[in-house]
């Protein structure tokens, strides 16, 4: 059965490549029109008493990176109890490999922030590194996908991925990724928690 799951990873692996190849392409392309108007709704025409919370929203996927499994471990190695040990170390492996592979496909697209080509797009948040794909979903949402394999709890899950939800949204909201970085991330998130699971 693991066989047949790495099988059908690495079917969704190359459909996944494929995806986001064209997902670039295309808000290369068309990224005047598209990706740029869906940007301007959310963050021009945004309601700015929201900004405080959507701030700190972004910001909680920095924390919760190691935060997260750091806790989980701290309690197995406290309670002694090697079954929660494990769930941390393969949500920290999670987190490192996703890390890692928004650092490399920002390296490799090297796409601007939108907030440097677009001038009428206001940052108000942090974002200076390149844009494809928006590392703080990457993190954010191979964390839920992790919490949720590891866990298999509904409640836990549902808080898990509506804050991944959030953080996604929280960083076109706030200028600095365009909606395509944040299409991206998730998938790369999934992918790279995914992947761990089934290593």
Known sequence: Q?????????????????????????????????????????????????????????FTAEYLLWLVPSAILAFGFVKRRKKVQRKGWFILTSMTVASLISLLVKTLVNRPRPFVSHPMIEKISVGGSASFPSGHTVIAFALALAIALAFKNRYSTFIAFAWAAAVGYSRIYCGV???SDVVAGMVLGLLSAYGCYLG
């Open 2 to 58: 693991n066989s047949y799951l790495c099988q059908n990873y690495q079917s969704l692996m190359k459909k996944a490549v494929i995806f986001l190849l064209f997902l670039l392409l295309v808000t290369t392309a068309f990224s005047q029109n598209i990706d740029i108007d869906l940007l301007k709704s959310v963050n021009v025409g945004r309601n700015k008493s929201f900004d405080p919370f959507f701030i700190t929203v972004s």
């Open 177 to 179: 990724h365009y909606p």
